[in-house]
Protein backbone atom coordinates (compact mmCIF):
# COMPACT_ATOMS: atom_id res chain seq x y z
CA UNK A 1 0.00 0.00 0.00
CA UNK A 2 3.05 2.35 1.05
CA UNK A 3 4.18 2.12 -2.21
CA UNK A 4 1.13 2.72 -4.32
CA UNK A 5 -0.21 5.73 -2.39
CA UNK A 6 0.36 8.30 0.25
CA UNK A 7 0.61 7.35 3.30
CA UNK A 8 0.75 8.58 6.82
CA UNK A 9 2.34 6.80 9.83
CA UNK A 10 0.15 7.37 13.39
CA UNK A 11 0.85 5.61 16.39
CA UNK A 12 -2.42 3.96 17.21
CA UNK A 13 -4.29 1.43 18.33
CA UNK A 14 -6.85 1.11 21.28
CA UNK A 15 -5.03 2.11 24.40
CA UNK A 16 -2.58 4.39 22.48
CA UNK A 17 -5.35 6.29 21.28
CA UNK A 18 -6.80 6.85 24.43
CA UNK A 19 -3.74 7.51 25.83
CA UNK A 20 -2.88 10.24 23.13
CA UNK A 21 -6.68 11.84 23.76
CA UNK A 22 -5.36 11.87 27.83
CA UNK A 23 -2.58 13.83 26.60
CA UNK A 24 -4.16 15.95 23.97
CA UNK A 25 -6.31 17.12 27.34
CA UNK A 26 -3.99 17.39 29.71
CA UNK A 27 -1.86 19.80 27.16
CA UNK A 28 1.49 19.18 29.69
CA UNK A 29 4.30 17.59 27.72
CA UNK A 30 4.86 14.00 28.85
CA UNK A 31 2.74 13.59 31.24
CA UNK A 32 1.42 10.44 29.96
CA UNK A 33 3.10 7.32 29.29
CA UNK A 34 2.65 3.98 27.22
CA UNK A 35 3.83 0.26 27.31
CA UNK A 36 3.68 -1.86 24.48
CA UNK A 37 5.27 -4.31 22.60
CA UNK A 38 7.31 -3.32 18.88
CA UNK A 39 9.71 -5.20 16.55
CA UNK A 40 13.21 -3.73 15.95
CA UNK A 41 11.97 -2.13 12.42
CA UNK A 42 11.08 1.09 11.15
CA UNK A 43 7.40 0.70 12.04
CA UNK A 44 9.02 0.43 15.85
CA UNK A 45 10.76 3.22 14.90
CA UNK A 46 8.05 5.34 13.44
CA UNK A 47 5.24 4.89 16.37
CA UNK A 48 7.80 5.96 18.81
CA UNK A 49 8.63 8.83 17.09
CA UNK A 50 5.02 9.60 16.54
CA UNK A 51 4.46 8.42 19.97
CA UNK A 52 6.48 11.34 21.80
CA UNK A 53 5.59 13.89 18.82
CA UNK A 54 2.28 13.79 20.19
CA UNK A 55 3.92 14.12 24.01
CA UNK A 56 3.36 10.67 25.13
CA UNK A 57 6.29 8.69 26.87
CA UNK A 58 6.75 5.17 25.07
CA UNK A 59 8.82 2.53 26.60
CA UNK A 60 8.53 -0.30 24.07
CA UNK A 61 9.12 -3.70 24.43
CA UNK A 62 11.17 -4.55 21.64
CA UNK A 63 10.53 -7.84 20.21
CA UNK A 64 13.53 -9.05 18.13
CA UNK A 65 11.95 -11.64 16.22
CA UNK A 66 8.35 -10.52 15.43
CA UNK A 67 7.51 -7.51 13.57
CA UNK A 68 5.72 -4.81 14.29
CA UNK A 69 1.52 -4.65 14.30
CA UNK A 70 0.48 -2.31 11.18
CA UNK A 71 -2.94 -1.56 10.34
CA UNK A 72 -4.02 -0.39 6.69
CA UNK A 73 -6.75 2.11 6.78
CA UNK A 74 -8.29 3.01 3.23
CA UNK A 75 -10.50 5.80 3.24
CA UNK A 76 -12.80 7.05 0.78
CA UNK A 77 -14.54 9.91 1.77
CA UNK A 78 -17.01 9.48 5.09
CA UNK A 79 -16.19 5.57 4.94
CA UNK A 80 -12.63 4.10 6.25
CA UNK A 81 -11.77 -0.13 6.52
CA UNK A 82 -9.10 -1.27 7.96
CA UNK A 83 -7.08 -4.62 8.09
CA UNK A 84 -4.70 -5.14 11.39
CA UNK A 85 -2.26 -7.28 11.37
CA UNK A 86 -1.19 -7.44 15.24
CA UNK A 87 2.13 -9.32 15.25
CA UNK A 88 4.67 -8.04 17.87
CA UNK A 89 1.59 -6.32 19.39
CA UNK A 90 0.86 -10.37 20.85
CA UNK A 91 4.31 -10.74 22.49
CA UNK A 92 4.48 -8.16 25.15
CA UNK A 93 6.90 -9.97 28.10
CA UNK A 94 5.34 -8.94 31.56
CA UNK A 95 9.15 -9.31 32.44
CA UNK A 96 9.31 -5.51 30.76
CA UNK A 97 6.57 -4.42 32.92
CA UNK A 98 8.65 -5.68 36.08
CA UNK A 99 11.69 -3.33 35.13
CA UNK A 100 11.79 -1.03 38.16
CA UNK A 101 11.76 1.87 35.81
CA UNK A 102 8.67 0.94 33.98
CA UNK A 103 7.13 -0.18 37.13
CA UNK A 104 7.85 3.62 38.31
CA UNK A 105 6.01 5.55 35.88
CA UNK A 106 3.53 7.47 36.90
CA UNK A 107 4.29 7.71 40.93
CA UNK A 108 5.65 11.22 39.73
CA UNK A 109 2.03 12.61 40.12
Known sequence: ???????????????QNSIRVAQWLLQIPG??????????DKYGEEMA????KDGVNVYYYEDETTPTGTCAVC????ERSLIANLSAGNCYKSEH?????????????
Open 1 to 15: MASKYTVEYIARGAT
Open 31 to 40: ATSYIGCVGK
Open 49 to 52: KNSR
Open 75 to 78: VVGS
Open 97 to 109: LKRPENWALGTDF
